[in-house]
């Protein structure tokens, strides 16, 4: 994840998908009878403004994004031949308890008082809190009709920068401190001070759009985004700061 390794995707295919092809076959073995996996929403694709959905052609970007798309293939090859029952989860930005890297920071940086220039930023995001994710888990471990099925997972609350900084200072404790500065701008001095990448993430869109499995599984989130954040914060006051 930090790109210490030389050949990136050499790395990710050997635990990805290497890796979960074993497992799966391992489990076959043993009398498992369904095999539920953990992809990610990288295998839709990167930042855009339209939802996501189980229809999409699959458009991975990045090493993580194709090693997961190759690791779904292993599965439905191995389930075709063995009929193991697989199901696979894509969700996005997974949050909680013991979260790290972008979404911590960004806790670290709201508590530390920093004054944000994202207050014009018009931008929706979808995200998953942990137990949210293990709850759709479980749904599709016991669920007769999530054999053989794809299923993208959220919240089911999509917020924009400035709303996810208010939310998290709101749990804090803290008054949001945002200003405005174009959009334009912020990409240009991303490229400026090479972390073009992480402004993006802060600028861009990525939607989820989880009808399906609400619907065909009647899988309700059981925390909202808020109580999710709340238990993220607390977590964090707790062990971090």
């Given at each position: 994840?930090?790109?210490?390794?030389?050949?990136?995707?050499?790395?990710?295919?050997?635990?990805?998908?290497?890796?979960?092809?074993?497992?799966?076959?391992?489990?076959?073995?043993?009398?498992?009878?369904?095999?539920?996996?953990?992809?990610?929403?990288?295998?839709?694709?990167?930042?855009?403004?339209?939802?996501?959905?189980?229809?999409?052609?699959?458009?991975?970007?990045?090493?993580?994004?194709?090693?997961?798309?190759?690791?779904?293939?292993?599965?439905?090859?191995?389930?075709?031949?063995?009929?193991?029952?697989?199901?696979?989860?894509?969700?996005?930005?997974?949050?909680?308890?013991?979260?790290?890297?972008?979404?911590?920071?960004?806790?670290?940086?709201?508590?530390?008082?920093?004054?944000?220039?994202?207050?014009?930023?018009?931008?929706?995001?979808?995200?998953?809190?942990?137990?949210?994710?293990?709850?759709?888990?479980?749904?599709?471990?016991?669920?007769?009709?999530?054999?053989?099925?794809?299923?993208?997972?959220?919240?089911?609350?999509?917020?924009?920068?400035?709303?996810?900084?208010?939310?998290?200072?709101?749990?804090?404790?803290?008054?949001?401190?945002?200003?405005?500065?174009?959009?334009?701008?912020?990409?240009?001095?991303?490229?400026?001070?090479g972390k073009y990448?992480?402004?993006?993430?802060?600028?861009?869109?990525?939607?989820?759009?989880?009808?399906?499995?609400?619907?065909?599984?009647?899988?309700?989130?059981?925390?909202?985004?808020?109580e999710g954040l709340?238990?993220?914060?607390?977590?964090?006051?707790?062990?971090?700061?």
């Amino acid at each position: 994840m930090d790109k210490s390794t030389a050949n990136p995707i050499t790395a990710y295919r050997e635990v990805n998908v290497s890796g979960t092809k074993h497992l799966a076959q391992t489990a076959k073995s043993k009398g498992v009878r369904r095999f539920v996996y953990v992809s990610s929403i990288k295998v839709n694709g990167e930042e855009r403004a339209d939802p996501y959905t189980e229809a999409d052609q699959p458009a991975p970007v990045d090493p993580y994004g194709i090693s997961k798309f190759e690791a779904e293939q292993e599965l439905h090859n191995i389930a075709d031949k063995t009929g193991l029952e697989v199901v696979i989860l894509r969700p996005p930005l997974v949050y909680g308890p013991a979260v790290k890297a972008n979404f911590l920071r960004l806790i670290k940086l709201i508590n530390r008082g920093i004054l944000f220039p994202l207050a014009g930023v018009k931008n929706h995001r979808s995200m998953i809190y942990i137990e949210n994710l293990v709850d759709a888990l479980f749904t599709c471990a016991t669920h007769p009709r999530a054999a053989g099925k794809i299923f993208l997972v959220s919240d089911g609350t999509d917020v924009s920068t400035p709303e996810l900084i208010q939310k998290i200072s709101s749990a804090l404790g803290k008054h949001a401190r945002v200003f405005a500065l174009p959009p334009g701008l912020l990409r240009l001095l991303g490229r400026l001070s090479g972390k073009y990448e992480a402004v993006s993430r802060l600028l861009d869109s990525l939607i989820v759009d989880s009808t399906k499995i609400r619907t065909e599984l009647d899988w309700k989130a059981p925390f909202s985004m808020e109580e999710g954040l709340r238990e993220t914060v607390r977590w964090y006051q707790q062990e971090v700061r």
